[in-house]
Nanobody, 123 residues
Framework: QVQLVESGGGLVQPGGSLRLSCAAS????????MSWYRQAPGKERELVAR????????NYADSVKGRFTISRDNAKNTLYLQMNNLIPEDTAVYYC????????????????WGQGTRVTVSS
């Protein structure tokens, strides 16, 4: 069965960095696009970034562009989100998401969610 296990969340000061990881199993990781979503307290889930199956195409929310980098290591079945220059507005639970195809723009293509990892940006 598909499993997505996020890790790397925690408490960080503004301006700091975190790298989230998502260990994927139960499917051929290298053939599917992946995304990171987040949900802040009291808000709906929002797309943070997405990446194509081979990693050649990426897309970012305007709020994180230039600060976050999505990447993947298909040999390790792992998705990453490098988060730099963190601000309090980045505080949220971050979810690793499997898409239904190699690249997708639409939320209709969401297939599986991980359990989430909490990121808190606070001094």
């Amino acid at each position: 069965q598909v499993q997505l296990v996020e890790s790397g969340g925690g408490l960080v000061q503004p301006g700091g960095s975190l790298r989230l990881s998502c260990a994927a199993s139960g499917f051929t990781f290298s053939t599917y696009g992946m995304s990171w979503y987040r949900q802040a307290p009291g808000k709906e889930r929002e797309l943070v970034a997405r990446i194509s199956s081979a990693g050649e195409t990426t897309n970012y929310a305007d709020s994180v562009k230039g600060r976050f980098t999505i990447s993947r290591d298909n040999a390790k079945n792992t998705l990453y989100l490098q988060m730099n220059n963190l601000i309090p507005e980045d505080t949220a639970v971050y979810y690793c998401v499997k898409l239904r195809r190699s690249w997708a723009w639409s939320a209709r293509e969401i297939d599986y969610w991980g359990q989430g990892t909490r990121v808190t940006v606070s001094s």
